[in-house]
């Protein structure tokens, strides 16, 4: 039986991460659901564990100092999960919100310097939350007095000896079992950090810490066990394994799958299930191919229990809802697992590969598939009804950015908002009226964005338009409120996005202005488009040169003639020299220039 006296209802914990380099996004959306109680993530693959634990050795050996450096010193040399809290950032507001405790294995070797950073986070946010860590995981003096007094280890990979490996330990990690984390949480923690954990702990901790659990409840501890273990891998268990993938590509659900959540039962049972309104799918052959992950036959062992999967049911209750029941939990193990690191020489290969059948659908996949590229950024776009605009929100959304857009033109902005909340079902969007000629509404505009999504990561400003008279007039006929529309358009309004972006925009932060080819080659009966364009280039240079030392990157791009609704409603004059190709260009391909432009790969 179960400690607490009268059973709860399930906890859903949510699984925001899978490892190092998983979706910013993760830790935000699922505690922005109020409907999630918790949320576990796992940081700490063993070549990170490895890579940490050599680098916290050779730091001890090296530290000669006698007294407590500052933070912001020791965090220069930190040896934890940096990623993650890029993560924890822009979620704190939604974690004190809405409530949700948060567990994870980030600390690697260096757990107490990363709480005592979260703390510094929550504390500098006026955040009213309590801390805690675990510890016990640096087993690495313990170790060595057990080899200096003639212990044998044997690895469990391969059954050699240290003796026969051959390298000489210089750090050993424990995994640690959930009850650390369970006490932590009854004694009022809302962030719990962890090191070396086992991948499923934290939703054991916090199973046991909901219900009331205690070391001797074995069949709830098993089943949370299990429950943990489906949720740890992140989008795993949501499609990322499914092996009929193909058929989520039909139905254009196969990106930015939703993560995963385990309704765990005071009983120990559980319903595995997603984020609302979000891609991917759960179904039984989801959930299998996720059980039978890193499962070695029908018992799993683990600190806290051993799972006894000889009884398992997966039973399909609903759509993208999986029941999980009849695991029996037996006594842990008398030992734990533990990780040895030594060094072992160096090698610089790097291999990456698609496995199985359907070869070519995976390659498409794995070409696509880059929704963590924007993941939590957050970039501002004008012009964003239509053409390229349009088809960067898209292509943004796509990659998980947050997007704040503008257009001038109501109606066809709520279009775009619509399509591309179709498309992409999880995305995070704000949508202004925008005339970009009016300095004070711009400034607003910045301003709201960065307060709305609290940073503002990128811009691309798209705004623009092309005189009535184009390819028509010469320089001598120039209507001059013509000249003064497309100027104030083209050439003022990107000086007024860029005159608010850059007191905003975060360090390291990127800004695309959109010029045009006419600017660069200049085009007959086209003064005023071909000034003003020519104008952002300039406007551009000068803006990159001052806000360089920031980090900051500004860049403009001058596509040539694009097939979009502004060329085609534009007059059809002669607007410029014959097209080697034969073709337009496409919108979407400027687009995916604008996110290269965008994102950090262009820094």
Request: hydrophobic share 40%; with cysteine; proline share 4%.
């Amino acid at each position: 039986m179960a400690a607490s006296v009268s059973p709860k209802r399930p906890v859903r914990i949510g699984g925001a991460s899978g490892g190092f380099t998983d979706r910013v996004a993760g830790i935000r959306r699922l505690a922005a659901d109020p409907k999630v109680d918790a949320v576990v993530g796992d940081w700490l693959s063993e070549n990170v564990m490895t890579g940490y634990g050599a680098g916290k050795a050779r730091k001890v050996q090296s530290d000669k100092a006698t007294t407590k450096l500052p933070l912001e010193e020791r965090k220069k040399t930190a040896y934890y999960a940096s990623t993650f809290l890029q993560c924890l950032e822009p979620a704190i507001s939604e974690i004190a919100q809405n409530g949700a405790k948060l567990v994870v294995n980030a600390g690697a070797s260096d757990t107490e310097l990363l709480a005592e950073v979260v703390n510094d986070m929550v504390l500098g946010g006026g955040f009213d939350m309590k801390v805690a860590w675990v510890e016990g995981d640096d087993v690495t003096l313990s170790f060595k007095r057990l080899v200096a007094g003639g212990a044998t280890f044997r690895s469990i990979t391969d059954q050699r000896t240290l003796n026969e490996w051959g390298f000489d330990p210089i750090c050993a990690q424990a995994y640690l079992g959930s009850l650390g984390i369970a006490e932590a949480l009854r004694q009022g923690a809302d962030l719990v950090i962890c090191g070396r954990v086992s991948d499923a702990a934290p939703s054991i901790g916090i199973a046991a810490w909901w219900h009331g659990w205690g070391a001797s409840d074995l069949d709830e501890l098993a089943g949370a066990l299990v429950a943990g273990h489906l949720i740890e891998c992140s989008a795993f268990v949501t499609g990322g394994y499914y092996s009929r993938f193909k058929d989520l590509m039909k139905a254009k659900k196969h990106l930015d799958l939703g993560f995963p959540i385990a309704e765990v039962f005071s009983d120990g049972t559980c319903t595995i299930t997603k984020e609302d309104m979000s891609n991917g799918i759960v179904n039984v052959e989801t959930v299998t191919s996720q059980l039978v992950y890193e499962i070695n036959g029908p018992l799993y062992f683990n600190s806290d229990v051993v799972a006894a999967l000889e009884g398992i049911t997966l039973e399909q209750t609903g759509k993208d809802r999986v029941r999980v029941c009849g695991v029996k939990g037996l006594p842990p193990p008398p030992t734990t697992r533990c990780g040895i690191t030594a060094h072992g020489g160096y090698q610089a290969e790097w291999h990456f590969y698609l496995v199985g059948l359907d070869i070519e659908e995976k390659s498409v996949v794995s070409i696509m598939f880059s929704p963590t590229q924007f993941a939590g950024k957050v970039i501002a776009l004008t012009g964003a009804a239509s053409g390229i605009g349009l088809a960067t929100s898209h292509l943004l959304a796509g990659r998980g950015a947050r997007l704040a857009l503008a257009d001038v033109h109501e109606k066809g902005l709520l279009e775009a908002k619509n399509a591309i909340l179709e498309a992409h079902p999880n995305s995070e969007l704000s949508i202004t009226v925008l005339d970009v000629r009016d300095c004070d509404a711009v400034e607003r505009w910045t301003t709201n964005t960065a307060s709305h999504f609290s940073r503002l990561d990128g811009a691309a400003n798209l705004a623009g338009v092309i005189p009535e008279s184009i390819g028509t007039k010469p320089l001598s006929e120039q209507d001059l409120e013509e000249w003064d529309f497309v100027q104030g358009v083209n050439l003022t309004g990107v000086m007024h996005c860029l005159r608010a972006q850059l007191k905003t925009i975060s360090n390291g932060g990127s800004i695309v202005n959109a010029s045009s080819i006419a600017g660069l080659t200049g085009r007959a009966n086209n003064a005023a488009y071909t000034a003003s364009k020519h104008a952002v280039v300039g406007l551009t240079r000068s803006a990159a040169k001052e806000v360089g030392a920031r980090q900051v990157r500004v860049n403009a791009i001058c596509p040539g003639r694009i097939d979009t609704p502004m060329l085609r409603s534009a007059n059809s004059g002669p607007v410029g020299p014959e097209i080697s190709m034969a073709r337009l260009g496409t919108p979407e391909e400027v687009a995916k220039l604008i996110a290269f432009l965008l994102s950090d790969e262009s820094t």
